[in-house]
């Protein structure tokens, strides 16, 4: 996704990732592929790089590798937040504090009961009552993306885990608002809605597809739009970023901030990354937010994953709407992304089902030529 927003605004980056997608390698001035985005795994690809290169550009990966952040820091000068914002967004005891702090409402959430106030008790609490019928939590983890990891499990009597934290679990819908701050203000480009996957008893709500289409009242897109301000002016926000939340019984409920570049961006204007680049040099006046195709106006998202075990032929021909490609004979386990795939159209209905019936395609095809 990054690779393709470099060359659409005519840079032609060097590209470092873990899976050395076929497609990104062709956008790519050069590529490394690597193990992890551990320190252990890029410091020596960094090295050689950082004599010729100034800027660095990063992308999902890095929560579990935050000190990756601050050693690419010392190379390079990141064109997104800081390390310092970065760490602090995903440090969830006061990420939810400061929500609490800045009258921003969120789901109940608990930590481990050594730490908190009051055992076997909520440490901060929004406006939704514990009355209201919701019973089952959300366990996830301290440093993850994309929905990974997360377990919908009963009320927790006794928390004693360090590594996640327990989120009321609350069944509306599932949103996101992408924008673009200025360390001072931000704007919101435009409201999305989500959808995932459950890929096994311990991954239920992986991040599957989105569509920059979500039906929201005015009333709930000012009460957003002054979140992501109060947001921007507390963290100090720069660039592209996304805010996730949950529409319940009429009412908004922050989840977390995607301090970088989100998936979300491929769904809107192709010029987005020059805007990102301008907002973290310059002030947000006087720049100008893209509009959306008037003839297409929807896009939508989605990321396949195997069904079953299966190995990338030589005769695979990929479709002009897939992207993120595997290389021919890499073999995809099951639960595994294979590709991405991208739709457009006038309705968002019909949308998803093009999506659907774009995959069943895809993994017919795939079983096929697998068998």
């Not at 459950?198 to 569509?211: E, K, N, T």
Request: aromatic share 10%; proline share 4%; charged share 20%.
């Amino acid at each position: 996704m990054l690779a393709q927003a470099a060359c659409d605004i005519n840079l032609k980056p060097v590209v470092i990732d873990c899976f050395a997608d076929s497609d990104t390698q062709t956008l790519a001035r050069d590529f490394y592929q690597v193990e992890s985005l551990a320190i252990k795994d890029i410091q020596a690809i960094i090295e050689s790089l950082k004599g010729e290169f100034k800027y660095c550009l990063y992308g999902s990966g890095f929560e579990a590798h935050q000190d990756s952040l601050y050693f690419l820091a010392e190379h390079f000068r990141l064109l997104g937040n800081t390390p310092e914002v970065f760490a602090a967004l995903h440090d969830k005891r006061d990420f939810f504090l400061r929500l609490q702090q800045l009258n921003i409402s969120f789901p109940a959430v608990y930590f481990n009961t050594k730490t908190s106030n009051r055992s076997h008790a909520p440490v901060w609490e929004c406006s939704l009552s514990r009355s209201s019928g919701e019973s089952k939590y959300l366990k996830k983890p301290f440093n993850s993306q994309g929905g990974l990891n997360i377990q919908l499990i009963e009320e927790p009597d006794n928390i004693k885990d360090d590594n996640h934290y327990y989120q009321q679990y609350i069944d509306g819908q599932a949103l996101s608002a992408l924008f673009i701050a200025n360390n001072k203000q931000a704007e919101i480009i435009g409201f999305n809605q989500q959808w995932t996957i459950a890929l096994s008893s311990q991954q239920q709500f992986v991040f599957s597809g989105i569509i920059n289409h979500a039906e929201l009242s005015v009333h709930h897109q000012q009460t957003l739009q002054r979140w992501v301000n109060k947001l921007t002016q507390s963290y100090g926000l720069r660039g592209l970023g996304s805010l996730d939340f949950i529409l319940y019984r009429n009412e908004c409920y922050v989840l977390e901030i995607n301090p970088r570049p989100p998936a979300s961006m491929q769904l809107y204007h192709s010029d987005l990354l020059k805007l990102h680049l301008q907002a973290i040099n310059q002030n947000l006046r006087g720049l100008k937010l893209p509009e959306q195709s008037k003839s297409k106006p929807y896009t939508a998202y989605q990321i396949i994953y195997a069904e079953t075990a299966v190995k990338i032929p030589k005769t695979m021909k990929w479709q002009n709407y897939c992207c993120d490609l595997p290389q021919e004979n890499t073999i995809i386990n099951k639960g595994q992304p294979i590709c991405s795939i991208i739709a457009h159209g006038t309705n968002p209905q019909h949308l998803r089902e093009d999506l659907h019936t774009k995959q069943h395609n895809l993994l017919q095809q795939l079983t096929k030529q697998h068998d």
